[in-house]
């Protein structure tokens, strides 16, 4: 599976091995009440999940703080390649209808390392000021906290 | 085939009915030595074009001007329909890495209508002022003068 060779300037890369063979980590980022089990960092929750998963199609994931105030994340998938390979991004908010700001498209790859997955998630902005913020924003942090979860949700499939 | 919905204050739209099969106006859109004689409104011309035609796949077009000053236009594809639909964008310029700068994506529909097609291109943008600004470059007397060409040589075909 192809990988983005990253764009140092503009790209934030998350990569771990994870205890779950690809299909389970991918299932966990295509099916919703698996996703809504991983995807905010603890304590903040996902109430919901919409996922129309075909290049296109609309993927709307709704985060909540601690007081219950959601933070809808709209966004459109790009590229669907089973068990391998997710690309989606907000710059588009389904059906191609660009989004109010573009922020990031994001490439996952899953690929199978010894009954493993070699889990990779390229987060590629448009500008060096947008991966700034990004960083700020706690993106190190926010992904690694939220792929440990996602690996718990994985092993137990 | 879908084609959008528009959303009148981004999105630009030429519509058009065209003396020749989907088949044939799709050809002129997606091979290379098709489409370089109609893509630039006369007297301007179009050098080359390289087209990756999938969906990630780079698609890079140069025009020259009457000087031989060469214009690239790099983009990617978005989703590809065989004969029916193409969607491409300047906000990516292959395998999902982003551009400089997302002006626009457009969606084209290439509808049978009575043995012609009906022709629609949808160009949309991400703000108002990129609209705008599309529409003072003479997208409208553009995309038709480019149309006509392209209708000459889809009859031809």
Known sequence: MHVPEPDASRDLVLTRLINAPPEAVYRCWTEPALLVQWFAPKPW??????????PGGACTVVMADENGTEYPNPGQYLDVIPNRKLVF?????GDWKPSEKPFFACVLTFEPENGRTRYTATARHWTREDKEAHEKMGF????????????????GL
């Open 89 to 93: 991004t907000d710059a588009f908010v």
């Open 140 to 155: 190190h942090e926010g992904w690694g906290l939220c792929t440990t979860q996602l690996e718990e949700v994985a092993k």
């Open 45 to 54: 929750t996902t109430p919901r999940a919409s996922l129309d998963l075909r």
